[in-house]
Structures are given as structure tokens and as C-alpha cells.
């Protein structure tokens, strides 16, 4: 180009190819990812060669991308997997730029020509971004925004970059570098090019989760102290038989049932030695009197906390543990007493629940069992609430008010002495809703169930009365998923608004926002000391939360596509998610890591539950399956010295990974909710579809 003056004027590409040249011949490699992160602020594409005709443009930019994507096909094995992961964005953003230059009829063809290559790991994502044909669409379409707003991280080794830079620059490419400047963060990894099949990911740059992953997570768990001035006589040591024998409370507890993987002669000698103990602490508490005697019992106590658990101060705050929540945890501690540490070579007995007709005018969209598996719920698409018995008890009424003031309340009253025998039924139906029911959770007490639904709302239900008691209002979305705390008095939400909510029971209104997701939030899921809340979404990510202060403490990437279940297990160490890409990922929360790639589904994850020691792993999905893993691999992570880092995964597609150790088949049944019992029974349940299309 020729200024007024006769002199000639280097354009900016030409300039910018020259630096990255120079940097490239000097090997340096620091500067070339500044330049990348710099590139970032530029303004939105512009036309390169600004007097090319929009024809010969639009021909050169969808030629550079076709050759782009055929050159990567034909690379070497070895660097073909890493290079592939590039090619996505690219496409994605070419079409965007189309349409935001007005070519909707090239963008369209373009996209019908070229989608299929991505259709295998980008299904759900290609079909949103389709449903965009012009530039007002693209304004309101979330995956889009998504993608505008945010870089699309892949990861490299040095070699693979240098290859992709220079085929860029070979062919004078500026429209494909400005798109890698503009909408890639690239990091960079010494040694061999990944072999596995992977995709990016949308969101933190890579610093920052590196930096929230660094933050320390006090994920042990503790015993929960009950207020020794209420618990009395045998409260107070069936309370602390509760700790001890069940290995648990509500908060954690966790390590003592650990002690069940032991061997049956073992079992017996631990158990005198646990009698021993707890007789000889019960005498010290009736020597001692008054205050000094609760001091010593919270001592006790305190001393069976984990070293990771988090300290006193920063513990959430909770009403002492006692009634119905107490007795149920009682019950629970002698049957661990007769429980069965699972493993590969003992797995578990598996009952299955299968709901017939439920897909037209019911249509039953969730399940969930109870804690003590006595009771199951289902939401359904008729925004009915649905509670059946799985016992021989039927499902009764409170008495009405004016015979309810006629009876005494003594010491030795009892719920079912205030029950109807007149409503008794195995089944109850409880309306509210004005939209079909997206999830249901059972309160630890039993008491109450909680219910979400499209139409933003979450409802409490008395398991009493069988009514509605509280509707609580917050999100302006619909609401995915809820689930109660462990310490009964608190619940958290999932929605379409790309945020979770912590709720009081006692109070209507939000208590925090958990807000960073990039896309709907689809499960919620409480550690098990309370004190942290894990979310999965539809940005393929999951997260940790500190509850206490809001804020996000983990951000666990790698899923390749939507992520639907969490789990937790039992000690509070691990957390395993699943969803849309079929596979089983479990995460240290200590360090960050991903610890194991579970394969094996051959469809959507749905549910997850861990044996009550943690020695197994149940998933139940879309491929009318229950799995059952072993978890043997947990142990040495957690005991591991060094510093973990990301699990490679090196199966093929179609491969079953190691740790499979039972698959049970069902028929024709999607597998909505699996959950394992206090003596480590697993439960299934899902609904029938008759004549499947896919299943």
C-alpha cells in the first residue's frame, strides 16, 4: 500500500507475520505466548486484505479452514490427536464470522459441508450453534455468547505448535492466526503429544485454575458434637455408640467405617476392643461431673476428626443433631454392624425398581431413594410429587388438629401413635407444581421432601401431612436439580440461570449465590462435612465452592461433554462425576487431579453412589446397565506421597477400563437412580420404555 507522500506502508499483517517469524527462527518460545495472550485484545475480525471482493473472501477464508482440517488428517499419528483439537474452535468461529458479515447463505452451506467431522464429540454443542443463522440470532444464543466471550483453552507440546504455525504461516493464512490470536489460549507441554482423544475446553484462563486449584481444601471430615446439656442418661451413649459404631454422622465421620474392610476375626477383636473403649470412656464420664464431663466428652470427640477436617471456626453452623434424625442414625449404626466391605471380589446383591407406564400420561422425569431406603420418590412431567413405600408399612397421614389436642405428649410417644390408619396407602401423590418436576431429595429425618421444577420454583413437602409446606422463589430460570444437606436444615439448587443457591429451610429467601458457571448448572452435590458444595454443568466442567464465603475453590476440567451426576465419597476425598460423554471421571479434591477415567456405558451417566466404605463404585445410565467399579485405586491416591497429577487415558473408543467389575443388565430400562444401603445392598431403580428406539 502507497501513502499520499509516495511512500509504501507495511500493512499490519505483514508485520505481525514478520514478528512471529523472528520469533519463531529464535526459538522463542515465552514471547510467542505472550504474543498469543496479547492478540486477545484486539477488536473483532476485520477483512485482512480489505479491498477483496466479498466473494474471493469468503472463497480463501473457507478454504484455508477445509485445508486446515485435511492438512491435520493427514499428519503424522502422533501429533494428529493434539492438532484435531484446534479444528474445532476454528470451524466454529469461521461460521461465526460469516454470519456476522452477513454471509448467511455461505455460513449455512458451509455448515451443512463440514459439520459431520465434529458431530462425534461436539453433537450437543453443533446443534445449538445450527439453530444460529444470522446476526440476531447470534446476540441471544448462549452457546454462542459462550464462545464469543471466552477463550477456547487446548493444550500442545511444543512441537505440535510449531507445526500448526508454520503450516499457518506457509500459506499466508492471517484470517486462521487471527482466529487462534483472538478466540484460542493455547498452553504449551514439554515431551510427547497427547495420544488420547480430547476436546477443549470454554472459561478460566489456565493461570487462574491453576491458581484455584492451589487453594487448600479442608475436605476431612468431622464428628458432629451434640449438646451434651440435651443429651442425657442413654441419649448421650447411644449418641456417641452412633459415632462410633456407624463410622459416621451427619457431617462426616466417615474414617471409622473404614475399619469394615478388615477381616471377619478382625471385625470381632475390633469390636470387643471398641466395647472395651467406649465402657471405659462411659465410666470416666459418670466420674466426672458437670462441666468438666462435657469437656471431656467434646475432647473425645474432637480427637476422631480427621487432620484435614476443617477447623471449628470455619465449620457450618447447624442445630444439634437429635429425635428422628438421631434414632434413623442409631438404626443405621447396627446395621453397619452387619454390613459387607464391598471390592472387587465381593461385589454387591442389586435390586432393581422398574416404573411400567410411566412415559405418557405420568411420565416420570426423576427418582430418588431415601437415606434409610425405606421410601422412594419420582417427579413427574403431570408436576405431580410421587413417595411409594419399599416396605411393608404402608404410608400414613397425621391425625387432624382436633384429635391431634386430645392426646398427651409423654416421654414414651411415638410417631406412629399420631398417625391415620384411615389414609394408610402404599403411595401418595402431592401437587403444587405448575411444571413438570425436574428433581426430588429425600430430608436425612425423613420428614420432608424437597422438589424442583421448571417453573423456578422449589418446593418443601411434609411427609406428615402430604402437603406442600413452603415454596421458595429466587431463580428466574428453571431449576435442575436440589438436594438437602446432611445436616438437614440447609439445601441447594442447580438452574438454568448458570447458577446454585444455598437455601435455609427456615427462611424463603437465598443465603448464596454460586455464580462462574458459563452455561445451565445442572446437579448440586454437599460434601460430606458441609462445608463445601460441588456443581456440574452444561460447560463440561465441574466445581467446588467454599459455602462459608461463596467462593469458588476447585474447577475440575476434562469432561467432553455435559456433566449430570456428582458423588462424594464417604471420607470427603474424592469426587466422581458423570454425564453426556459416557465417562466416569474421579477427582482428589486435595490437589485438583483427576485421578481415574472410568470407560465402560455406552451411553449418558445418570446416577453414581459409593459403597458405604468407599470400596466400590455403582453408576447407572441411558444404556439400560448398572455398573459396578472397583475402587482399589483410591487408596494409593490418597496415600500417595508426591504430588498428583491429571490421569492420563489411553483407551480406545469401545474399551472397558480395568476397574469394571460387574455390569447388570436391565430391560429396556434406563437407570434414573442407584443407591447403596446401610449394609451395603445396592438399589436401582428406572422406567420402562417399551420398544425403545435407542435402548
Not at 483472538?182 to 489456565?206: C, E, M, N, W, Y
Not at 449404626?333 to 471390592?343: F, G, Q, T, V
Not at 421410601?375 to 411393608?392: P, Q
Not at 467399579?629 to 483410591?634: A, G, I, Y
Request: with cysteine; hydrophobic share 35%; net charge negative.
Amino acid at each position: 500500500m502507497t501513502t499520499p507522500g509516495g511512500e509504501e506502508r507495511v500493512s499490519d499483517a505483514d508485520v505481525e507475520r514478520v514478528v512471529w517469524q523472528y520469533f519463531r527462527q529464535k526459538n522463542y518460545k515465552h514471547a510467542l505466548e505472550g504474543l498469543v495472550k496479547d492478540a486477545a485484545s484486539l477488536p473483532f475480525a476485520r477483512l485482512d486484505e480489505g479491498e477483496e471482493a466479498p466473494e474471493t473472501f469468503i472463497k480463501n477464508e473457507l478454504a484455508a479452514v477445509v485445508h486446515l482440517t485435511k492438512w491435520i488428517a493427514n499428519s503424522l499419528d502422533l501429533y494428529k490427536n493434539e492438532l484435531n483439537t484446534v479444528t474445532y474452535p476454528v470451524f466454529v468461529h469461521c461460521y461465526l464470522d460469516l454470519l456476522y458479515r452477513g454471509y448467511d447463505e455461505a455460513a449455512k452451506q458451509f455448515m451443512l459441508d463440514y459439520h459431520h467431522h465434529h458431530r462425534d464429540l461436539h453433537d450437543l454443542e453443533l446443534q445449538q450453534i445450527m439453530a444460529v443463522t444470522s446476526l440476531e440470532h447470534m446476540k441471544t444464543n448462549d452457546t454462542v455468547r459462550m464462545f464469543r466471550a471466552n477463550k477456547y483453552k487446548v493444550h500442545l507440546c511444543n512441537y505440535s505448535w510449531e507445526l500448526l504455525l508454520g503450516f499457518v504461516q506457509e500459506h499466508k493464512y492471517n484470517f486462521l492466526l487471527r482466529i487462534i490470536n483472538q478466540h484460542l489460549s493455547i498452553t504449551f507441554h514439554t515431551g510427547k503429544p497427547s495420544q488420547r482423544i480430547d476436546v477443549g475446553t470454554i472459561g478460566h484462563a489456565v493461570g487462574s485454575v491453576d491458581q484455584l486449584n492451589s487453594i487448600k481444601v479442608y475436605w476431612g471430615t468431622y464428628q458432629v458434637v451434640e449438646d451434651p446439656d440435651e443429651m442425657e442418661g442413654e441419649g448421650m451413649d447411644t449418641a456417641d455408640d452412633a459415632g462410633e459404631g456407624e463410622g459416621k454422622s451427619e457431617a462426616g465421620g466417615e474414617q471409622a467405617a473404614k475399619k469394615a474392610k478388615t477381616g471377619a476375626g478382625d471385625k470381632g477383636k475390633d469390636k470387643e476392643g471398641d466395647r472395651g473403649k467406649s465402657k471405659a470412656a462411659e465410666d470416666e464420664d459418670e466420674d466426672a461431673e458437670g462441666e468438666e464431663g462435657a469437656k471431656r466428652r467434646r475432647q473425645r470427640k474432637k480427637q476422631q476428626d480427621h487432620p484435614d477436617a476443617p477447623p471449628e471456626e470455619m465449620r457450618l453452623k447447624h442445630p444439634p443433631i437429635r429425635g428422628r434424625m438421631l434414632q434413623m442414625r442409631l438404626e443405621a449404626m447396627r446395621d453397619a454392624r452387619r454390613r459387607a466391605a464391598l471390592s472387587a471380589k465381593n461385589l454387591p446383591s442389586c435390586c432393581a425398581y422398574t416404573f411400567f407406564n410411566a412415559l405418557k400420561s405420568v411420565a416420570i422425569t426423576c427418582i430418588s431413594f431415601s437415606v434409610d431406603s425405606k421410601l422412594i420418590a419420582t417427579g413427574c412431567a403431570d408436576s405431580s410429587v410421587r413417595v411409594w413405600t419399599l416396605t411393608k408399612d404402608k404410608l400414613m397421614k397425621l391425625l387432624p388438629g382436633t384429635k391431634l389436642a386430645g392426646f398427651d405428649v409423654t416421654a414414651t410417644s411415638k410417631l406412629e401413635d399420631y398417625l391415620d390408619p384411615s389414609t394408610a396407602s402404599a403411595a401418595k401423590v402431592m401437587r403444587g407444581h405448575s411444571g413438570p418436576v425436574t428433581c426430588v431429595n429425600f430430608s436425612p429425618d425423613n420428614l420432608f421432601l424437597i422438589s424442583s421444577s421448571t417453573d423456578h420454583t422449589i418446593r418443601l413437602w411434609s411427609l406428615l401431612t402430604y402437603t406442600n409446606v413452603v415454596c421458595y422463589r429466587g431463580h428466574s430460570y428453571p431449576v435442575w436439580h436440589v438436594e438437602f444437606s446432611p445436616l438437614n436444615l440447609y439445601f441447594a439448587t442447580a438452574s438454568f440461570d448458570h447458577t446454585a443457591r444455598l437455601w435455609s429451610t427456615d427462611q424463603v429467601y437465598t443465603k448464596r449465590v454460586f455464580a462462574g458457571h458459563l452455561s445451565d448448572v445442572n446437579c448440586v452435590k454437599f460434601h460430606p462435612n458441609c462445608n463445601y458444595l460441588a456443581t456440574a454443568s452444561t460447560d463440561k466442567s465441574c466445581r467446588l465452592w467454599d459455602i462459608q464465603s461463596g467462593s469458588c475453590v476447585r474447577v475440575f476440567q476434562g469432561h467432553r461433554d455435559t456433566v449430570h451426576v456428582l458423588e462424594f465419597t464417604h471420607d470427603g476425598r474424592f469426587l466422581a462425576s458423570g454425564g453426556d460423554d459416557w465417562d466416569i471421571m474421579i477427582w482428589d479434591l486435595a490437589s485438583g487431579c483427576r485421578v481415574k477415567v472410568l470407560h465402560g456405558h455406552s451411553d449418558v451417566v445418570y446416577s453414581l453412589a459409593f459403597s458405604q466404605e468407599d470400596g466400590v463404585l455403582a453408576s447407572g445410565g441411558a444404556d439400560n446397565t448398572v455398573r459396578v467399579w472397583d475402587c482399589e485405586f483410591l487408596q494409593s491416591a490418597a496415600q500417595a506421597t508426591t504430588t498428583l497429577h491429571d490421569a492420563p487415558d489411553t483407551l480406545q473408543p469401545g474399551d472397558a477400563s480395568p476397574e469394571l467389575a460387574a455390569t447388570y443388565y436391565t430391560k429396556a430400562t434406563p437407570v434414573y437412580a442407584v443407591h447403596f444401603g446401610s449394609t451395603n445392598y445396592l438399589l436401582a431403580a428406572g422406567v420402562f420404555v417399551p420398544n425403545p428406539d435407542k435402548h
